[in-house]
């Protein structure tokens, strides 16, 4: 168990819709990074949060946003649903905004959009 | 999106059998990570490599930071049924962490 908290487990949304997803970091960690992984895939990077700033993001359209809170706790939003968006979204923290250090990564969120 | 070629894509094995497995690139990386992730999981990190040629273990794992600096190895002794899972890696550069197709291990008694 990481301490990487992640809600809600299951989501089924239609296309076009908007989904919040939630992560709440381990205690004491500043950074939090958010992947999406298809299935069958490897996780893809879609953008980390460093003491409430980006602090890097991968090739995700606009449509994927984030927001990281004083208590590091982090949100991704997606608007728009495609159904490619259907994927396990994983969240991970660690203790400075770097992939040097160890990400601890959450159980993730199964998204499913029809 | 980009991802990191690994092979095999897949392993049955026996229990006791040593595992090897790698991946790929064509971009060069400046740190190489090995992660396992179980079904209903996240990945957790097994071995972080910083310097090209450098061969790090953990327990029964060992890995390489390969010299060219666009692939890495992993490698398994004695495999125990707990194994089983899928293997990614994973290289870093600047502020983007690129993860490998993974490996899924199985491994009977």
């Known amino acids: ?114 | 999106g980009q991802q990191l070629n690994q092979s095999p894509q897949s392993m049955f094995i026996q229990e006791g059998e040593d595992v090897s497995m790698n991946c790929t690139s064509s971009s060069i990386f400046n740190t190489w990570l090995w992660y396992k992730q179980d079904p209903g999981e996240g990945p957790v990190l097994l071995i972080a490599l910083y310097k090209a040629g450098e061969l790090t273990s953990n327990g029964r794992l060992t890995a390489q930071f390969g010299i060219t600096r666009k692939d890495s190895f992993l490698n398994i002794s004695a495999s125990i049924p707990s194994d089983v899972g899928i293997y990614f890696c994973a290289g870093h550069n600047t502020d983007k962490l690129i993860f490998g197709t993974g490996t899924r291990l199985q491994v009977f008694p």
């Open chain 1, 1 to 114: 168990e990481t301490g990487v908290t992640q809600s809600p487990t299951h989501l089924i949304k239609t296309r076009g819709q908007q989904v919040t997803l939630r992560c709440s970091s381990q205690s004491g960690h500043n950074t939090v990074s958010w992947y999406q992984q298809a299935l069958g895939q490897g996780p893809q990077f879609i953008f980390q949060y460093y003491r409430e700033e980006e602090n890097g993001r991968g090739n995700f359209p606009p449509r994927f946003s984030g927001l990281q809170f004083p208590n590091y706790s982090s949100e991704l939003n997606v608007n728009a649903l495609e159904l490619d968006d259907s994927a396990l979204y994983l969240c991970a923290s660690s203790l400075e905004g770097s992939f040097l250090d160890t990400q601890y990564f959450g159980p993730g969120t199964r998204l499913t959009v029809l």
